[in-house]
């Protein structure tokens, strides 16, 4: 079975950076598929932020957070990371770890994703 663990989240205060790494206890096909964030603020639907192809070499970003959030994946640590720069209020939420089970590519639909972490908070205060 695949368990995917978040860390990295917190409080942080506008203007500030956080890292958030998700690490993959399946051994054979984490570096076969794509993996991505989400986040899900209070009342509001979980809703796409990156995501990262196979190899590394393309990535997708929701618009919000283009220029500010980066991606990026170590296959052989089996472990993704968000770099999230200039943190604004409006990024708190609970950040998700995802993993595709059906593409390879930096899909940003969250039916292209099977597996879930059980998510960190992000709270960034004004």
């Known amino acids: 079975q695949v368990r995917l663990v978040e860390s990295g989240g917190g409080l942080a205060q506008a203007g500030a950076s956080l890292r958030l790494s998700c690490a993959a206890s399946d051994r054979t096909f984490f570096d076969s598929y794509a993996v991505g964030w989400f986040r899900q603020a209070p009342g509001k639907e979980r809703e796409f932020v990156a995501a990262?192809?196979?190899?590394?070499?393309?990535?997708n970003y929701a618009d919000s957070v283009k220029g500010r959030f980066a991606i990026s994946r170590d296959n052989a640590e089996k472990t993704v990371f968000l770099e999230m720069d200039n943190l604004k209020p409006e990024d708190t939420a609970v950040y998700y770890c995802t993993r595709s089970e059906f593409t390879r590519t930096a899909a940003t639909s969250r039916g292209f994703y099977a597996y879930w972490g059980q998510g960190t908070q992000v709270t960034v205060s004004s």
């Open positions: 990262i192809s196979w190899d590394g070499v393309d990535s």
